[in-house]
């Protein structure tokens, strides 16, 4: 009989997942004694009889390997796999990327650490839960917006639900889901987030991602930060740990945390997230989570990275403890007042004093006019930096490195909040938590999430060919390139799916890119819009024009 020859490395080629099997229609029985298929539900699978070698026009049956497991089989020959989906279900990708990065077996290390609340959930359950799999439901539930964490739950099982399983598949309840999430607490999902972060950090320190370099013989990694509120529902505990922003009468109509994301402005990575109350006044709610960022994420504060910051002052003091220790590149608002100690040097800056708090300290500063087509007014911009060697960063650079803080951070806020949207009660972004413990709880999740998404996405970057036409024909894909949206509805799908190639997976992300820097002008408005259609919105303007910077007199 003319057979297929056995190969050592198959086994390890279906563990890999992608792989489809071929088996002829002809070869495929049933294991049962009585050879019929009985009624109802029988939790068996068919076998294999033989195994010749396929003919053009025969009948073949392809099959996706779904799980790799222990057969159990039964008197009556029923084929059933040992365990049940809990022990196979995996994040796919964002685990994949994960693991390379910071070695395997992560989620099942903190499963094994995690200390469960007993009030909640008692002794070992398992059923269709279990401690890395409810991590893992935590944390895709943050990338589906319009879906509970049932919904989550039965797109990670996916097709493992299909096997047929030696214990029967038992559906869990909306309740068990929420005692597992109460007996976790918050604690598991931020080590989780602790050890994406650090991979994410690690991988931007071995890898050169700049796409935009300031700096000749000493180039710098440019980094953003800056605040952002995000909403949660209105319950008595959140508001009284998180109030509202406003005039102090917490009459807001839902309580909110802010956050202090800390992004890679090339790549949109986040870095670190410091989080704390929405605090009634914006300049010290956030100079607290800046002090907090510089405590926990030393490592960020580099003498290699410079860091952009908005108009939300931090104060003269915290400005000098920041260039103690990294580089910084600030927009200053107009009522902060600068003594000017220097002439005009030669790129068009000056040096000046910068006082509060009693400490002084020198900044080099750097105006500009900014003008887009269609804006009566030119913007003015006012930049202080520690960086006082004007040959190796000259002004007009650091004048064009500034406008990478709206992408690295304004982009990417905007990005990562789109996967909460529709979670909350009315339109924006807004988490579901009701409780300051699963706040936290899902504020790590979504963190970690939105960062594995990015991370799968800048290995497409590196998997995808340069354009062949346009701007950036010939040039390396840069991750900021990637679709977002596109990567993760892709992750989500690959994840229903079960073994999906992360080659595969990366490829055929990296199809879908977005242009970036298409000098696009908009007036100011909020920025979570929301989705019902309200009047005037027809007539805003997009311009398309490049803006022109202005400095010393002299377009740049």
């Known amino acids: 009989m003319n057979v297929y020859p056995v190969l050592p490395d198959a086994a390890s080629s279906i563990a890999d997942g992608g792989v489809m099997v071929a088996v002829r229609l002809a070869d495929l029985v049933t294991p049962l004694r009585n050879g019929r298929l009985p009624g109802g539900d029988c939790r068996s699978a068919l076998a294999v009889g033989g195994t010749r070698r396929i003919r053009a026009g025969e009948p073949v049956v392809f099959c996706k390997i779904v799980a790799l497991a222990p057969a159990q089989v039964r008197q009556d020959g029923r084929v059933q796999a040992k365990g049940s989906p809990v022990h196979h279900a995996t994040l796919g990708s964002l685990e994949e990327w994960l693991e390379e990065k910071a070695g395997p077996?992560?989620?099942?290390?903190?499963?094994?650490r995690a200390v469960l609340r007993e009030e909640y959930v008692k002794g070992e359950r398992e059923r269709l839960l279990a401690r890395a799999f409810m991590i893992r439901v935590i944390v895709l539930m943050t990338l589906m917006p319009?879906?509970?964490?049932?919904?989550a739950l039965t797109a990670l099982a996916g097709d493992l639900a299909g096997v047929p399983w030696a214990r029967p598949r038992v559906p869990a309840p909306e309740r068990a889901l929420g005692d597992w999430r109460?007996?976790?607490?918050?604690?598991?999902?931020?080590?989780?987030?602790a050890i994406v972060l650090r991979a994410s950090w690690a991988e931007?320190?071995?890898?050169?991602?700049?796409?935009?370099i300031i700096g000749r013989n000493r180039p710098l990694k440019a980094g953003s930060l800056d605040g952002t509120l995000i909403r949660v529902p209105d319950t008595p505990g959140n508001r009284a740990v998180f109030g509202s922003v406003g005039t102090g009468d917490d009459s807001s109509p839902f309580p909110q945390l802010r956050a202090l994301p800390l992004t890679d402005a090339s790549t949109r990575a986040l870095l670190g997230m410091p989080h704390g109350p929405a605090g009634t006044v914006k300049a010290a709610a956030e100079q607290k989570l800046l002090d907090t960022a510089m405590r926990d994420y030393p490592h960020l504060f580099t003498t290699d990275r410079i860091w952009l910051m908005d108009r939300n002052y931090h104060g003269a003091a915290r400005i000098a403890r920041l260039m103690t220790r990294t580089h910084v590149l600030i927009r200053l608002k107009s009522d902060i007042p600068l003594k000017k100690i220097s002439p005009v040097l030669r790129d068009g800056s000056y040096l000046a004093e910068l006082s509060g708090d009693g400490v002084t300290v020198t900044v080099r500063v750097i105006e500009y006019w900014v003008t887009v087509e269609g804006q009566d007014v030119p913007e003015m911009f006012c930049l202080v930096t520690d960086l006082m060697d004007i040959d190796e960063y000259p002004a007009a650079g650091l004048a064009a490195l500034y406008k990478w803080r709206w992408?690295?951070?304004?982009?990417?806020?905007?990005?990562?909040?789109?996967?909460?949207?529709?979670?909350?009660?009315?339109?924006?972004?807004?988490?579901?938590?009701?409780?300051?413990?699963?706040?936290?709880?899902?504020?790590?999740?979504?963190?970690?999430?939105?960062?594995?998404?990015?991370?799968v996405a800048r290995a497409a970057a590196l998997a995808a060919a340069p354009a062949k036409k346009?701007?950036?024909?010939?040039?390396?894909?840069q991750a900021s390139e990637i679709s977002h949206v596109r990567a993760r509805r892709a992750i989500i799908a690959a994840i229903r799916t079960g073994k999906t190639s992360y080659t595969a997976?990366?490829?055929?992300?990296?199809?879908?890119?977005?242009?970036?820097?298409?000098?696009?002008?908009?007036?100011?408005?909020a920025k979570c819009a929301s989705t019902f259609p309200r009047a005037g919105r027809a007539g805003i303007a997009t311009r398309t024009a490049p803006a022109v910077i202005t400095l010393a007199n002299t377009p740049v």
């Open 407 to 455: 992408d690295g951070s304004e982009t990417a806020l905007r990005e990562a909040k789109a996967s909460l949207r529709g979670a909350g009660p009315s339109a924006g972004p807004m988490l579901r938590s009701g409780s300051p413990g699963l706040v936290r709880q899902e504020l790590a999740a979504w963190a970690a999430a939105t960062e594995m998404t990015r991370g």
């Open 470 to 477: 346009g701007r950036r024909a010939g040039q390396r894909v």
């Open 146 to 151: 319009d879906a509970g964490a049932r919904e």
């Open 105 to 112: 077996g992560v989620i099942g290390g903190i499963a094994e």
């Open 505 to 525: 997976l990366t490829r055929e992300i990296a199809k879908h890119r977005t242009v970036t820097d298409r000098n696009r002008h908009r007036p100011r408005k």
């Open 182 to 193: 109460n007996a976790f607490g918050p604690e598991p999902l931020e080590e989780l987030q």
């Open 204 to 212: 931007h320190e071995d890898r050169d991602w700049r796409a935009v």
